[in-house]
């Protein structure tokens, strides 16, 4: 399996280096349309997977760029990639505010009546999702089950759905049993029941800077401290700086989101999701790992997740469908490890059991087959959104703007110049009707005043594209009065 992974790495590198040798030598020039995917299958004998990592690598170069219903055509004058953000550096003190105020401020606005560019959100747009398959197995469910599905499911959860995603978890070379899996309302629940069953009020956790605001919330509201780590936007969480405070502070948990993390976008090496669990077992300190957008990849698989190297029950698993198949679903589930009686007790304490329906309604489409094919689907489309904002970002923001640059998931950071408030751009863009996400949403301390996050899971076309034009005009704007 190994080798043959290996083999179609080399191939898509060697397809890719003969159409980047033609550009540069002008055998194929400006405007001109490359073979089609189809094409390079037949001559090369790959599948269409490896012919679309050839493709996507020239794009990722700039050096050709895919037109709507058209084709893959070379780029009129090749960009060069946005520089990426710097290492976050949060301030070491503890925090006591809140951020409540200015997210309820964001989303309140999507809630109204009035028509918003949702680019604040983090789920993909109705148009990227399989409404119609899920609404049949929607009906299947409510056949098969007891009473249509009205009756009570087990307090653990669906048996079927927990059995398709111990399945599933094989795809990131996890063994894990159906037995030891809680269904929950999505992967936020799964959280928020881990933590509560780990901690006390005034306990320590650790968190990546920046993070998803949900967990910020969650911490908050259980009286938790906070510390924030510093990131980088590619590799992650800072593990040097991790180590430091696990030998110097008596931390209760760590919470990140090791594979396309909200809202950077970065993916944790395997050597370094490896380190993370050494880390855990050494100081006894166990790992809340929402992994909700690892499904949504860019490269050949499904990346391998810190769950992946547990030997000891430490590292708790969150997913969920709620990113990648359907957010009003709210279904998600945790593998909790050792602490899965804890967890459960949770739990039944403030829920009893989950919605059965849409339980059952989604382990019918995992145990067919349609999540496979709706997410190959879905991660071509996230790829070429990504690379269609980062053209327009280049093309209309201002100069040394900075952009994260995520191998999967749906959200974008961009940096902008320090003397740019996010806040100052929200207030204007929302008069227009473009919702954004401050950069002061992810944090409790003093920083990301000029930073922003994006969703590319919207259906792109000539709206979307004429938002990010009218945000980078704003900046321009506000940088230069």
């Known amino acids: 399996m190994r080798d043959k992974k290996i083999s179609e ?22 405007g001109t349309k490359i073979p089609s995917l189809r094409t390079i299958c037949r001559e090369y004998g790959v599948s269409q997977s490896t012919a679309l990592q050839a493709y996507y690598h020239l794009e990722s170069k700039a050096l050709i760029e895919a037109r709507p219903k058209s084709g893959y055509f070379v780029c009129g004058s090749p960009r060069k990639l946005l520089d ?12 006591e505010g809140t951020i409540d105020t200015l997210v309820s401020k964001v989303y309140d606005n999507l809630g109204s009546n009035e028509k918003y560019i949702p680019l604040s959100l ?13 609404n049949k197995g ?30 599933w978890a094989f795809a990131m070379e996890a063994n894990l049993e159906a037995d030891n899996i809680i269904t929950t309302s999505g992967c936020l629940n799964a959280i ?16 990546e800077s920046p993070v998803s605001f949900g967990m910020i919330q969650i911490a908050q509201s259980l009286s938790l401290n906070i510390i924030e780590l510093p990131c980088h936007a590619e590799t992650g969480i800072d593990l040097d700086m991790l180590e430091k405070t696990l030998a110097s502070v008596p931390v209760k948990l760590i919470l990140l989101i090791s594979n396309f993390s909200n ?27 929402n992994d909700i957008n690892a499904d949504v990849y860019f490269g050949n698989q499904r990346p391998k997740s810190c769950k992946t190297f547990d030997k000891t029950g430490l590292v708790l698993w969150c997913g969920s469908v709620s990113k990648s198949l359907a957010p009003g679903y709210r279904v998600g589930w945790v593998e909790a490890g050792r602490f899965k009686e804890a967890v459960l007790k949770k739990k039944l304490y403030h829920a009893i059991s989950s919605t059965a329906i849409t339980e059952e ?49 749906f959200v974008l950071w961009l940096e902008l110049d320090k003397k740019l408030d996010a806040l100052e751009i929200y207030e204007r863009a929302i008069n227009q009707k473009i919702s954004i996400a401050p950069g002061k949403m992810f944090t409790l301390r003093n920083q990301f005043h000029n930073c922003i996050r994006l969703n590319f899971g919207l259906n792109w076309n000539e709206q979307t594209y004429e938002s990010l034009k009218t945000l980078g005009q704003i900046a321009k704007d506000l940088l230069h009065p």
């Open 9 to 30: 790495e080399f191939l898509y590198y060697r397809i890719a280096a003969v159409i980047e040798q033609q550009i540069i030598k002008g055998i194929l020039k400006v």
């Open 263 to 289: 809202p950077l976008g970065s993916y944790m090496p395997d050597e370094s999701k490896k380190q993370l669990v050494a880390l855990l077992e050494k100081y006894n300190v166990p790992l809340i790992e």
């Open 138 to 167: 929607f009906v299947q469910a409510m056949r098969q089950m007891q009473g249509s599905g009205t009756a009570m499911a087990h307090p653990q959860g669906n048996e079927k759905l927990r059995t398709q995603i111990a399945r």
């Open 361 to 409: 309604a989604v382990a019918i489409f995992l145990e067919n087959g349609r999540y496979e094919t709706h997410l190959r689907k879905l991660r071509s489309t996230l790829y070429l959104n990504y690379l269609q904002y980062i053209k327009t970002i280049n093309d209309f923001f201002p100069e040394g703007t900075k952009a994260s640059r995520p191998k999967g998931g």
């Open 84 to 95: 990426v953000p710097v290492v976050s550096n949060p301030a070491e003190h503890l925090f």
């Open 192 to 207: 928020s029941y881990c933590m509560m069953a780990l901690t006390q009020p005034g306990d320590t956790i650790v968190l």
């Open 122 to 134: 983090g789920v993909p747009a109705n148009e990227l999702l399989p409404i119609a398959k899920l």
